[in-house]
């Protein structure tokens, strides 16, 4: 096995690259780093657009991070997931109200789910990107009202993750189940192998 350096906070990326055995060291933004600001949005940016953008920020952020921490050299993997009804893209809910309105909107609908991913092996930078679709049923109110009172919406792109109570009203899916969750492995294992990394 070989090291690598996942520039992410997310759990469940950290948990998909454990289930395909890769070795990983978090390699998370300093204090004085505005980490948010790298994903605000542009007027009229296409969310497949969006979401390849933020990863290409991200990767370069964490390149120069590593750079900077004196820590051994190894490549560096991040990743931004966004889901999209139509061109409006659906981030992370401010609040609780914000959550239910995202919900609601998604209710019954189907919607796309893109997960950029990038990878640094020290010299080029290589990216994938994962589009897959997600159809609700019909979410009764008080269905959205349980699932934002249990706080899982929070943190979340489109206010939900669908290994969570919530799949019990997901219809159907198309594409990528893990980069659904955040990372899709096959597109990922192919970037970590061209990379050099062994797992």
Do not use: N
């Not at 390149?63 to 921490?69: E, G, H, I, K, N």
């Not at 897959?132 to 049923?137: G, I, L, Q």
């Amino acid at each position: 096995m070989s090291l690598l350096y996942l520039a992410s906070q997310s759990p469940r990326r950290r948990q998909l690259l454990e289930q395909i055995g890769v070795a990983h060291a978090l390699l998370l933004p300093e204090p004085h780093e505005d980490a948010e600001a790298l994903e605000a949005e542009r007027p009229g940016e296409a969310p497949r657009d969006y979401v390849q953008r933020v990863t290409r920020a991200k990767l370069r952020a964490a390149v120069r991070r590593l750079a900077a921490s004196g820590r051994p050299p190894a490549p560096v993997l991040c990743a931004d997931t966004t889901v999209a009804l139509g061109r409006a893209i659906l981030a992370k809910p401010q609040d609780s109200a914000h959550a239910r309105e995202m919900l609601q909107r998604l209710s019954g609908r189907t919607h796309h789910v893109y997960t950029a991913v990038g990878v640094h092996d020290g010299k080029r930078s290589r990216y994938a990107l994962s589009d897959s679709t997600v159809r609700f049923a019909r979410l009764p109110a008080a269905e959205i009202e349980r699932y934002v009172a249990g706080g899982e919406p929070f943190g979340k792109a489109g206010g939900y993750a669908i290994q969570s109570g919530i799949a019990a009203w997901i219809a159907r899916i198309e594409g990528s189940y893990s980069g659904i969750m955040g990372l899709p492995l096959f597109e990922t294992a192919q970037l970590l192998r061209q990379a050099g990394v062994r797992f």
